[in-house]
């Protein structure tokens, strides 16, 4: 008797998955989250495999322990570029077969490697609130004077992106960047750069903080990545970007090693690299399409906004992720150091 | 049972009779407390023995390179080691059953020696290594990638063939090992653990202080109200003790926040002319731990306070002691035991904070477990996140020593 319904239980148990499938999607929340559920989550919904979205804030911790115990409850996760080669070369993460998304030469070239794929191009850049800034800085010396633009300036807690600015703001050309970063002296000359504005600097910790900031006028400048901005202007404020010097860099969709529901996680990933789900999503929040077709769906004004757009992207910088795969640990501990002093 | 086991045998068996019914008192007693042993020994001490097990374990070089761990053990630690050494390391990152493999030895090197992660990966690609004598494979291997004709690379390796290492350990109290092996101090820029454990006991200590300055006037206050009152007060202060950490910081952040509550009062009392800057620094900080600390100290405080018995008080005002000396030598040394466990809790408690300092501070404000998140989250390092996390622990465990030696007492909360 007992084991009859232990057999049907179990049956049902198995069964289930074909019945009603579903797949977890973890993302970073926030206004990219609804853009994804928008873009991506829901139309995917209507080919029969449920989307269960979870949020995370870019932990490799958590996704390292599901392989390791080989119990992975995630099937698709967005991750940031520096850890797709990482968790790729540690067996994190599993190889994506392309002939089950598409064409590679539809995407651009940064957006296609072995464990993961682009799903959106995004940029750390400058931002100041047009309602109270007198003046339009243009380059990340502007930011660096106190004087001309007096006030407080946001910057995100740590090495990574600041580094590069202080590169730029101190006279490196974009292009030369990480050549000098790359050397003793260049560290030195980064962060040297960065004492001189280290009393002006109001530190963030989260993607949402910099606009809080911009709106509430406790900083004259900041950082910020430019899909929050776009998203504060939808609700009807007035900040504005500076491109010049921004550094732009993808997010990836990779499926954990081990992952039960992999050809579901394929499925998703496919879905949303096609052109339609990539337009779609680019229209609900200003990060740029990897599916270099999706760019013809778009008008005008929505290419404006986007990373990706001309006139946004001349001067702009890739984000290394080679440099920062081997520097990160050892520039972030300098940072500690740098800010206890 | 033992009286129904005592009536049916004879008189001469009573001793023991009456043994077995003490040991089977005390074996229900065990399995009684059995629960909460195992609950005790998996929640608490087996992740601490794991933790510290982990800050001193360095299986990947030992594990991946064998061979050439054998081959470097002679080699003077100069210049780059013999031919037979680049044949090993090619011989060896074939041999590795997995990627993942490569990529574990190329994160541990890398957290020794940054670059060492590009370069055992393009390595381990590129593989199988041209050429068949030892010193083919070297011209290959430099060939390949530069690199490997530099020392820092080899040296790594070397000082990491060992299964066991102190050098998390040394490294979280900014030391390292030198290519002969001695202990010496980290170059200046990379020197931050010790002046970040300094920060956390600084922090600590001044969120102590406030919290006696502010807990004792009211601890006593309360106190010295009948027991009706002193409930309804009670709760007033056990209302933000339950509410979640998370809500009480954004809380502060909306208050004291430069367009904020506290900014636009002081303006408009005259008091200030701009607002001043209370949040993402040490002062948001230490404003917020002391409201979410204080709980800590007014509870043994008040439950010390309660046993003092008013008379003593009295007393010496009545022998003509002024009221002020002898509530601070008559009353306040009575208190001792509450105000040590009250300020034990709250540092030691303090000591692990994480959330209020990320949210709340700037770069320099932050304590010794955001690091360790962060090594655990960001870096994945975690033989690093365990020797910082194994700091924190004998730093606790240090205090509270002390405080025995001091107070000659046990913990008491009252």
Same mark, same amino acid.
């Given at each position: ?17 074909? /019945? ?159 050549? +000098? ?7 030195? %000359? ?63 969709? +990779? ?47 929505? /290419? ?38 | ?23 089977? %008192? ?40 064998? %061979? ?24 060896? /990152? ?187 620094? %040490? ?48 009353? +306040? ?72 030696? +001091? ?8």
């Amino acid at each position: 008797m007992n084991k009859s319904i232990l057999a049907i239980a179990l049956a049902a148990g198995f069964a289930l998955p074909a /019945l009603g499938q579903q797949i977890t999607v973890v993302n970073f929340g926030g206004a990219n989250a609804n853009a994804q559920k928008k873009a991506y989550y829901e139309p995917f919904e209507k080919t029969g495999t449920k989307v269960v979205a979870v949020e995370y804030n870019g932990e490799q911790a958590k996704i390292k322990a599901m392989v390791e115990t080989k119990k992975v409850t995630w099937d698709v996760v967005e991750v940031e570029s520096p850890d797709v080669a990482r968790g790729c070369d540690e067996g994190l993460f599993e190889k994506l077969d392309y002939s089950k998304i598409g064409n590679k030469a539809d995407f651009l070239p940064a957006a296609v490697s072995d464990c993961g794929i682009g799903v959106f191009v995004w940029s750390t850049v400058m931002a100041y609130n047009g309602d109270k800034l007198k003046g339009t800085p243009t380059t990340w010396a502007d930011f660096w004077d106190t004087k001309k633009f007096p006030g407080k300036r946001g910057m995100r807690k740590g090495a990574r992106y600041n580094l590069e600015f202080a590169l730029m703001a101190d006279g490196v050309k974009t292009a030369d960047v990480y050549k +000098v970063l790359a050397t003793k002296e260049g560290a030195e %000359r980064a962060f040297k750069k960065l004492t001189e504005l280290k009393p002006s600097i109001q530190w963030w910790e989260a993607g949402a903080q910099p606009p809080q900031f911009l709106v509430a006028g406790d900083v004259a400048l900041t950082t910020v990545y430019n899909g929050r901005i776009d998203a504060a202007n939808r609700e009807g404020k007035n900040l504005k970007i500076a491109w010049t010097g921004g550094i732009y860099d993808l997010d990836y969709w +990779v499926i954990p090693k081990g992952s039960p529901n992999k050809d579901a996680a394929l499925k998703f990933i496919a879905f949303a690299s096609t052109p339609d789900a990539q337009a779609e999503y680019a229209k609900n929040i200003a990060y740029g399409p990897t599916n270099t077709k999706a760019l013809a769906k778009l008008d005008a004004k929505v /290419l404006g906004n986007l990373p990706t757009a001309p006139a946004n992207a001349k001067d702009a910088l890739q984000f290394d992720l080679k440099f920062w795969a081997d520097q990160g640990e050892d520039l972030e501990k300098r940072f500690a150091s740098w800010a206890a002093q | 049972m033992s009286s129904v086991a005592a009536s049916v045998s004879g008189a001469g068996d009573l001793p023991r009779q009456l043994a077995r019914a003490d040991r089977a %008192r005390k074996l229900r007693a065990f399995v009684l407390t059995l629960p909460l042993l195992v609950f005790l020994l998996a929640t608490f001490l087996v992740p601490i023995a794991a933790l510290l097990k982990r800050a001193v374990e360095n299986p990947e070089v030992a594990n991946a390179l064998p %061979r050439t761990v054998a081959a470097l053990d002679g080699w003077n630690r100069e210049g780059t080691p013999a031919p037979e050494a680049f044949a090993a390391i090619g011989a060896d /990152l074939a041999a590795l059953p997995d990627s993942s493999d490569a990529g574990a030895l190329a994160r541990r090197l890398n957290s020794e020696v940054p670059g060492a992660r590009s370069l055992v990966m393009n390595t381990f690609k590129a593989l199988p290594l041209p050429g068949a004598t030892p010193a083919e494979q070297q011209a290959g291997l430099l060939a390949l990638d530069a690199r490997w004709g530099e020392t820092k690379y080899w040296l790594a390796i070397a000082k990491n063939g060992a299964r066991w290492t102190p050098d998390y350990l040394l490294a979280s109290v900014d030391l390292r090992r030198d290519a002969q092996g001695r202990v010496e101090r980290m170059a200046p820029e990379q020197r931050a653990f010790g002046r970040i454990l300094l920060r956390t006991f600084e922090i600590s200590a001044i969120v102590t202080v406030w919290c006696l300055l502010l807990g004792y006037p009211l601890a006593y206050w309360l106190s010295t109200l009948p027991a009706r009152k002193a409930n309804v007060l009670m709760i007033l202060v056990l209302v933000p003790f339950w509410t979640s950490i998370l809500v009480r910081v954004a809380a502060w952040i909306v208050l004291l926040q430069s367009e904020g509550l506290v900014n636009h009062a002081l303006m408009w009392t005259g008091l200030i002319d701009k607002p001043l800057a209370l949040l993402f620094n %040490r002062t948001g900080v230490i404003v917020a731990m002391v409201h979410i600390l204080l709980p800590f100290m007014i509870l043994p405080l008040y439950s010390v306070m309660k046993s003092v018995p008013g008379t003593y008080l009295r007393a010496a005002v009545s022998l003509g002691s002024p009221p002020l000396a002898a509530f601070f030598r008559v009353y +306040v040394p009575q208190t001792y035991p509450g105000i040590g466990a009250g300020a034990l809790l709250v540092f030691i408690l303090s000591i692990g904070y994480y959330v209020t300092p990320a949210l709340l501070g700037g770069a320099d404000d932050q304590m010794l477990s955001y690091y360790i998140a962060q090594y655990t989250n960001v870096n994945v390092n975690w033989g690093m996140a365990c020797a910082l996390g194994a700091v924190l622990l004998a730093a606790t465990l240090v205090l509270y020593a002390l405080y025995r030696r +001091v107070t000659k007492s046990e913990l008491s909360l009252g």
